[in-house]
């Protein structure tokens, strides 16, 4: 199988870094835990690029597994070249602005993660309470 070269631009990796403070921010390790995951599945685009279809301008995205992020990428075939370009959060949640919507992410992943496990009820409490302050 054929492999890519991968080129990471600036704006990625700045994406990587701050995503990673700010996990790590949250609970110690979890920055580690996104950014392993989220370099190893970029390392793995240079074998399978193409399983990604392009989502629009030939930019392709790839979902970064357990955590609410997207990477876009452009697979350029004249010089055997993936080129991540940038990160982007998935949710959006109307009238909760950006701290928010930081929070919510955090307790998607953890419930996700399974790195705690409250109950259903107790989900909701946390966004209610949250939602009000």
Known sequence: MKKY????????LSDIRDITVWYDSQRAG????????????????AETPLIFT?????????LVKKFPYMVHFY????????????????????NYGKRK?????LLYLLTQESLI???????????YR???L
């Open 117 to 127: 496990k409250p109950s259903h009820h107790a989900i909701h409490q946390s966004i």
């Open 30 to 45: 979890l920055g580690k835990i996104f950014k392993d995951t989220v370099i190893k599945q970029i390392n793995d685009l």
């Open 75 to 94: 697979f350029n075939q004249k010089i055997s070249t993936v080129e991540v370009w940038q990160l982007s959060a998935l949710t959006e949640i109307p």
């Open 5 to 12: 070269r991968i080129k990471i631009a600036a704006e990625a």
């Open 101 to 105: 919507q930081v929070e919510f992410n």
């Open 54 to 62: 392009v989502r629009y301008k030939e930019i392709r995205c790839m």
């Open 130 to 132: 949250k939602s009000h």
